[in-house]
């Protein structure tokens, strides 16, 4: 009889989350396993028919959560009652807490011998740490991405947990290996210039809330560099690359913003691990562009600015730092600037000295050559898709 599971991922990299642990999962059974429950193209192209589209769910922050809530509560109930009727093995939630952890108290509430697994830990050390505690009465295990989680969710009282690996550590030589002499040809750019990479989010609203003070922050930055190359040998041209996404390219492009030069704007992950290798810093938000960048030894400065409401209830953090690479390397190293603090003026002072050869360069490039050790799991020989199927393997003939 075929191994049935039952996956709910919310929104675009947990379908990728979903799509590599599916794969494993089919390879280590030989295809005879059925799938079923939410996801987007990279799970249904693993054999799932998915119950509606991401785009239905796909929400960050309290206010695009309540503006949707009455859609998002019928998707919940639907996927709980699509569960109970497929009876499968285990179930896998996949990140988007606000999502998929509704599900799974429910399916816990009807069902309790059901196996429910957590792919991506919620993040309960950075604010909200009473919620770790609460996920033992619904979730058995939690598989994280970031090394330093197990024991966070263990110091917090929360279910057991498996470190299985960032996909990113899979990339790591397309990261390291980008050809970022292709792509300053293809800009018509020198090498030896000074270039900013700009990173201002993947969601709108992130673009729409960052964009305009990076833009501010980059005059600054090329005004600073070009004061002090009057009394240096002269340095190369300022250039700015901003690294985009399908969704926000055209609101990067019909921006109307006083660049001091006019952006490259590039797409595609290999353009922006090029666009990583080539860059003297970055300037970026907050997120998993903070642990591309550190594996590519890119040094940087991040910003971030959510809504009020969101910030109160998110970023009333209990840690000192919300930045990815901060925390797997166990130090504040990269600066960060969140909600008033994110101004140009501060933002340019953080960046200016990171394009020069600066004590505080040098630092940020030798701490940030740890990364990649810090997040390899075991000898490297298992993907962190394969880690993930063995813990779901182990659990699956609990229930039958």
Same mark, same amino acid.
């Given at each position: 009889m075929a191994l049935k599971v039952f996956l709910?991922?919310?929104?675009?990299?947990?379908?990728?989350?979903?799509?590599?642990?599916?794969?494993?999962?089919?390879? !280590?059974?030989?295809?005879? &396993?059925?799938f079923a429950g939410v996801g987007g193209s990279g799970?249904? !192209?693993?054999?799932?028919?998915? /119950?509606?589209?991401?785009?239905? #769910?796909a929400v960050v922050g309290i206010v695009d959560i309540a503006k949707r809530y009455r859609l998002l509560r019928r998707r919940v109930f639907e996927t709980i009652e699509?569960? /109970?009727?497929?009876?499968?093995? %285990?179930?896998? #939630?996949?990140?988007?807490?606000?999502?998929?952890?509704?599900?799974?108290?429910?399916?816990?509430?009807?069902?309790?011998?059901?196996?429910?697994l957590n792919y991506v830990c919620?993040?309960?050390?950075?604010?909200?740490?009473?919620?770790?505690?609460?996920?033992?009465?619904? #979730? +058995?295990? %939690?598989?994280?991405?970031?090394?330093?989680?197990?024991? =966070? /969710?263990? !110091?917090?009282?929360?279910?057991?947990?498996t470190y299985v690996g960032h996909p990113l550590v899979e990339r790591l030589a397309s990261i390291r290996q980008a050809d970022h002499i292709g792509l300053a040809a293809q /800009? !018509?750019? +020198?090498?030896?210039?000074?270039?900013?990479?700009v990173l201002p989010g993947s969601r709108s609203s992130e673009v729409r809330r960052l964009l305009p003070v990076f833009a501010k922050a980059a005059e600054?930055? =090329?005004?600073?560099?070009?004061?002090?190359?009057?009394?240096?040998?002269?340095?190369?041209?300022?250039?700015?690359?901003?690294?985009?996404?399908?969704?926000?390219?055209?609101? &990067?492009?019909?921006?109307?913003?006083?660049?001091?030069?006019?952006?490259?704007?590039?797409?595609?992950?290999?353009?922006?691990?090029q666009t990583f290798r080539l860059a003297t810093a970055a300037l970026t938000a907050s997120g998993t562009a903070t642990l591309e960048l550190a594996l590519a030894g890119t040094p940087m400065a991040v910003g971030y600015i959510v809504d009020r409401i969101t910030y109160l209830g998110r970023f009333l953090v209990t840690t000192d730092t919300i930045v990815l690479a901060n925390l %797997?390397?166990?130090?504040?190293?990269?600066?960060?600037?969140?909600?008033?603090q994110c101004t140009p003026d501060q933002?340019?002072? =953080?960046? %200016?000295?990171?394009?020069?050869?600066?004590?505080q360069r040098r630092t940020q490039k030798q701490r940030l050559a740890k990364i990649a050790s810090r997040m390899q799991v075991g000898d490297g020989s298992k993907s962190p898709g394969e880690l993930a199927a063995d813990v779901v393997l182990k659990y699956a003939p609990q229930r039958r």
């Open positions: 709910v991922a919310g929104e675009q990299s947990g379908d990728l989350l979903g799509a590599r642990l599916m794969a494993a999962l089919n390879d !280590r059974l030989n295809g005879d &396993i059925k799970m249904q !192209r693993q054999g799932l028919k998915s /119950l509606f589209p991401l785009s239905d #769910i699509h569960a /109970l009727i497929e009876n499968p093995d %285990v179930v896998v #939630i996949i990140d988007s807490p606000e999502f998929t952890h509704p599900i799974a108290k429910r399916l816990k509430a009807q069902s309790p011998d059901l196996p429910i919620p993040q309960v050390w950075a604010w909200r740490p009473g919620r770790a505690k609460k996920m033992r009465h619904y #979730i +058995d295990e %939690v598989l994280t991405l970031l090394p330093f989680e197990p024991h =966070a /969710l263990e !110091r917090l009282g929360g279910p057991p947990a /800009l !018509r750019i +020198d090498p030896q210039d000074r270039i900013l990479a600054k930055i =090329a005004s600073a560099l070009q004061n002090a190359s009057q009394s240096e040998a002269p340095p190369g041209r300022f250039q700015i690359i901003i690294p985009a996404v399908p969704t926000t390219r055209s609101l &990067i492009d019909n921006a109307n913003l006083d660049w001091p030069v006019t952006p490259h704007i590039v797409e595609g992950d290999h353009q922006k691990w %797997v390397l166990g130090e504040k190293l990269i600066p960060e600037f969140v909600q008033k933002l340019a002072a =953080a960046v %200016v000295p990171l394009m020069t050869q600066t004590p």
